[in-house]
């Protein structure tokens, strides 16, 4: 959370940097970090998969960046970057109409493109794992990286037989490549 909230709060003033007195910059940061953990905490609570938090740093606390240039932007005299006021230094809102219009544009505009892309990959492709990959976790199914805290008394009996199963059928994969065992010798003593 600390480090999501310094990076939402980077981004927050990121907008508004060059048209904003410092102490401004101050209390924008800190509003921003607080909207990007306020998203994060919100997805969680939906049970909405975020696990970096990139939807609260980049949508929320850059929906905020966009509102505070409408509240707290002075006119630009050197670079021209705006020639209105915001709302808080007696401009007419017109800055912060014009922010808002442009979030829910961009807003629509990546949603429905990701909706489209990602209904195309569903449909084709896939976009799922499989239970077994989910519970694995992909440091292992796809890295290699053996996670020590999945306790198999902690998973369903069923998956415990898919977890086995593809666990045997590894060492067995290995030792055929020579991977784990080589050289070894197969002969029967017993006989």
């Known amino acids: 959370m600390l480090v999501s909230g310094i990076l939402g709060g980077l981004v927050g003033i990121t907008a508004i940097a060059s048209i904003c007195k410092p102490w401004e ?22 049970e909405i998969d975020d696990p970096v938090g990139a939807v609260g740093v980049h949508f929320g606390a850059g929906v905020w960046a966009m509102i505070a240039v409408g509240l707290f932007a002075e006119v630009d005299t050197v670079a021209g970057l705006t020639s209105h006021w915001g709302l808080f230094r007696g401009g007419d809102g017109k800055l912060l109409g014009y922010n808002l219009i442009a979030c829910l544009a961009i807003t629509l505009w990546s949603g429905g493109l990701t909706t489209i892309l990602f209904l195309i990959l569903k449909y084709t492709i896939g976009i799922r794992a499989s239970l077994e990959d989910e519970i694995l976790g992909f440091d292992d199914v796809e890295h290699g990286i053996v996670n020590d805290d999945i306790k198999l008394e902690d998973v369903k009996p069923d998956i415990k037989n898919v977890i086995y199963t593809r666990s045997l059928m590894k060492s067995i994969e290995e030792k055929n490549r020579g991977d784990v065992y080589e050289n070894h010798n197969t002969t029967d003593t017993a006989a």
Do not use: R
């Open 25 to 46: 910059a101050l209390i924008i940061g800190f509003i921003g970090g607080l909207v990007a953990n306020g998203v994060i905490a919100l997805l969680d609570k939906l």
